[in-house]
């Protein structure tokens, strides 16, 4: 059964940091794109980071260079380091795997992030 669980959110200050912790069941990273979405209240869903089976990274302009996405496949897992975090990135977070850009798999329960003084 594919799974895949998020977590590390939480409520931090503005200019904050957390790392979000997305585990995944099976074979699901094995030579799969991996991504970060998160939807905001009222938005539509988004993708904000994504990383090729070979490493390479691209990012949503809204957290490009406060953002960073890395893979460790032995561990089956998948991270999102978030810094300067800004208000505007209150959402949930979710991981999924990407093909032909599209998001694969039903949605997890996410990771709530929310970044507020």
């Known amino acids: 059964q594919v799974q895949l669980v998020e977590s590390g959110g939480g409520l931090v200050q503005p200019g904050g940091s957390l790392r979000l912790s997305c585990a995944a069941s099976?074979?699901?990273?094995?030579?799969?794109?991996m991504g970060w979405y998160r939807q905001a209240p009222e938005k539509q869903r988004e993708l904000v980071a994504r990383?090729?089976?070979?490493?390479?990274?691209d990012y949503a302009d809204s957290v490009k260079g406060r953002f960073t996405i890395s893979r460790d496949n032995a561990k089956k897992m998948v991270y999102l380091q978030m810094n300067s975090l800004k208000p505007e990135d209150t959402a949930v977070y979710y991981c999924?795997?990407?093909?032909?850009?599209?998001?694969?798999?039903?949605w997890g329960q996410g990771t709530q992030v929310t970044v507020a003084s």
């Open positions: 990383i090729t089976s070979g490493g390479s990274t």
């Open positions: 999924n795997r990407i093909l032909r850009g599209f998001p694969v798999y039903t």
């Open positions: 099976g074979s699901i990273l094995s030579g799969n794109d």
